[in-house]
């Protein structure tokens, strides 16, 4: 089992549709997770950072954590064409590493 | 702020010679810069954790001879990758920690894309 795991899609949704990410973990003693976004060709791009259960929404970004399920999420609301990328899941481990998931691209259709 | 800079962004050289790569943290100090690469259509993999002023932390099946990387100030890391080999081409990435607001967040670099002939 990796340690983070995402649906690599492509996920396809047209433009004004809610995307939604998902991402699970296997560390139960994680605290600490973040998405990024990658433009093809492009290094990650910091979107949020979520520690604690619950939602934390940043404009049309809501990110969703659930401990108990070992689960993380990203929504996207009113998905722009722009938001077409590859949006990476990472886990916080001890020591500062970051563990990225896969990724799953995301394409948004005008 | 937290703004991270890399130099090159590209680098295309002969097999068998040696290129170095920079990564800076423009705004902050970095109290500790991490080095991943990426091969195409898959995620990034960690090689290593540099603390200013110590030795890398390499990760498991990471030559530490063949990337040599040396974090001699708050605000530079370097990553030499010796003796290159087409299959070293890649895009290498740093990033870093410690900006205003957040010691826990990883802010990345715009990234260096390695060719190797």
């Known amino acids: 089992q990796k340690e983070v795991e995402q649906n690599s899609g492509p996920l396809s949704v047209p433009e004004g549709a809610i995307a939604s990410l998902n991402c699970t973990y296997s560390?139960?003693?994680?605290?600490?997770f973040f998405w990024y976004r990658q433009y093809s060709g492009k290094s990650p791009e910091l979107i949020m950072s979520?520690?604690?259960?619950g939602d934390k929404e940043d404009g049309r970004f809501t990110a969703q954590l659930n401990k108990a399920s070992q689960y993380v999420s990203l929504l996207i609301r009113d998905s722009q064409p722009s938001d077409s990328a590859t949006y990476l899941c990472a886990v916080k481990r001890q020591g500062g590493k970051l563990i990225f998931g896969q990724g799953t691209e995301l394409s948004v259709k005008p | 702020g937290a703004v991270v800079s890399q130099h090159p962004s590209r680098v295309i050289c002969k097999s068998g010679t040696s290129v170095k790569i920079e990564c800076r943290s423009l705004d902050f100090q970095a109290t500790t810069m991490f080095w991943y690469r990426q091969f195409p259509k898959q995620s990034l993999m960690l090689m290593a954790t540099s603390n200013e002023g110590s030795k890398a932390t390499y990760e498991q099946g990471v030559e530490k001879d063949k990337f040599l990387i040396n974090h001699a100030s708050l605000t530079l890391s370097t990553l030499t990758v010796t003796s290159a080999h087409p299959e070293d081409s890649s895009f290498y990435i740093c990033s870093a920690t410690g900006g205003a607001g957040s010691t826990d967040t990883q802010y990345f670099g715009p990234g260096t894309r390695l060719t190797v002939l």
């Open positions: 560390d139960r003693g994680s605290q600490s």
């Open positions: 979520i520690y604690s259960n």
